[in-house]
């Protein structure tokens, strides 16, 4: 008997997770005597959270304050690409965070390509903006698994639907 095991290599996040790591950031900033006059916005947008503030380094603790609250709710650094920082009007700046989701084409053939210089009996196919393998053991997916998670890739990876 023949059967084959496979999953998904995605790069995604839960949504929810950050829309209530975002609720939280605004939340802080209300409430800390350094930030409360700066009248800063924090807006999540389907693709990315913009930030409008009175000062570079008000920004900086607004970064910082992000960072903190996405990973107390194991979301993932990189997922946030921090755009340049803007003039706004009348002395501010505002700032686009872009949310990386998906794997992108040439990350996707870097790890098929990585999975099969490394893993002979293995498949990697390119589906979209996710990578499925397969192979004929439990052991050898969870060694790629392994493997991967020791790459340094600018995406976070998940893995889904291992079956």
């Known amino acids: ?28 900033i209300k409430g800390r005597y350094d ?7 924090v807006e999540l947008g389907e693709e990315s959270i913009d930030v409008n503030t009175d000062s570079e380094f008000t920004l900086d ?24 920082v803007e003039s706004a009007s009348g002395n501010r700046v505002r700032q686009e965070i872009k ?3 998906g794997i992108s ?6 790890i098929s390509k990585l999975i099969r210089d490394e893993f002979k009996k293995v498949q990697a196919s390119i589906q979209g903006d ?11 997916l969870q ?6 998670k020791q790459e340094d890739l600018p995406v976070a990876l998940q893995f889904t639907n291992y079956r």
């Open 130 to 140: 996710a990578v499925r393998v397969t192979a004929k053991s439990k052991d050898e």
């Open 143 to 148: 060694a790629i698994i392994q493997r991967l």
């Open 99 to 101: 949310l990386k989701k």
């Open 61 to 84: 603790s607004v970064h910082n304050i992000l960072r903190e609250k996405a990973a107390k709710r194991n979301l993932s650094q990189k997922i946030f690409d921090f755009g340049k």
């Open 35 to 41: 930030l409360k006059d700066t009248a800063t916005t």
């Open 105 to 110: 084409q040439e990350i996707a053939k870097q």
């Open 1 to 28: 008997m023949a059967s084959n095991y496979s999953f998904d290599i995605v790069s995604d996040f839960d949504r929810q997770e950050l829309v209530n790591a975002v609720d939280q950031v605004v939340r802080e």
